[in-house]
Nanobody
Framework: EVQLQASGGGLFQAGGSLRLSCKTS????????ICWFRQAPGKEREGVSC????????YYANSVKGRFTSSSDNAKNTVYLQMNILEPEDTAVYYC???????????????????????WGKGTQVTVSS
């Protein structure tokens, strides 16, 4: 059974940092790309970042570039999203999702809002107060 479990959300102060984790199981981790998405109330889902696990290449939305960093631990089948210099606009439910179609990364996330990702996890709420 494929599982992706995002964790690490909570309430944070603007300017602060946090790290989200996406623990995966049930598929060959190295063959997939893992992307992070977020959705704020009343807004469409937004692709935030992607990492291709086979070579650790990373991609970011312009809104988070320079502040967020994605990394992976192949031994733990886990992807991380380090979020620095938090802004109230980062408040959203954050989801991780996986796709084996790595050739479609990052467009599947950053341009297509994740339509077509193979597997999704449940989200974790991140709230940033000003």
């Amino acid at each position: 059974e494929v599982q992706l479990q995002a964790s690490g959300g909570g309430l944070f102060q603007a300017g602060g940092s946090l790290r989200l984790s996406c623990k995966t199981s049930g598929f060959t981790f190295a063959d997939y790309a893992i992307c992070w998405f977020r959705q704020a109330p009343g807004k469409e889902r937004e692709g935030v970042s992607c990492i291709k696990n086979h070579d650790s290449s990373t991609y970011y939305a312009n809104s988070v570039k320079g502040r967020f960093t994605s990394s992976s631990d192949n031994a733990k089948n886990t992807v991380y999203l380090q979020m620095n210099i938090l802004e109230p606009e980062d408040t959203a439910v954050y989801y991780c999702a996986a796709t084996i179609h790595t050739i479609r990364v990052p467009w599947i996330a950053l341009s297509e809002s994740g339509n077509g990702m193979d597997y999704w996890g449940k989200g974790t709420q991140v709230t940033v107060s000003s």
